[in-house]
């Protein structure tokens, strides 16, 4: 770890499983990240040069983020700040209503080998 946050998911080889699909399903998750990330993220995008302008004084840029949601939002919470952009992004979304297709059935089942 270099100091930079950034996002991941580690689990484990086991759970690692190629499925191969011969047509679209319309199913797609481009970044799925923590609210407090996302938070940090899109901050961080509106007002990066403010975020600039503070590193260069030495204020971190989770600290600059948590400064910043309080100013915009009223909170410096960053995990609700990031509950609170969700919502905006997705009060707009048509919901699923479909049946999801059967080859996802395995993935979307509740898994008994995730400890």
């Given amino acids: 770890m270099n100091g930079i946050p950034y996002d991941s ?8 499983r ?4 011969d ?3 319309g199913l797609h998750l481009a970044a799925v990240r923590k609210p407090s990330r996302l938070a940090l993220k899109i901050l961080w995008f509106r007002y990066r040069e403010e975020f600039w302008r503070a590193s260069s004084k030495g204020i971190s840029y989770d600290e600059y983020a948590k400064i910043k949601a309080k100013e915009v939002y009223g909170s410096e919470d960053l995990e609700f700040v990031g509950r609170k952009l969700i919502d905006d992004m997705t009060k707009d979304l048509q919901q699923y209503s479909g049946p999801y297709p059967s080859v996802l059935s395995p993935y979307l089942a509740p898994s008994k080998n995730l400890r």
């Fill in 23 to 25: 047509r679209i399903l």
């Fill in 9 to 16: 998911l580690i689990v484990p080889l086991r759970l690692y």
């Fill in 18 to 21: 190629a499925i191969y699909i």
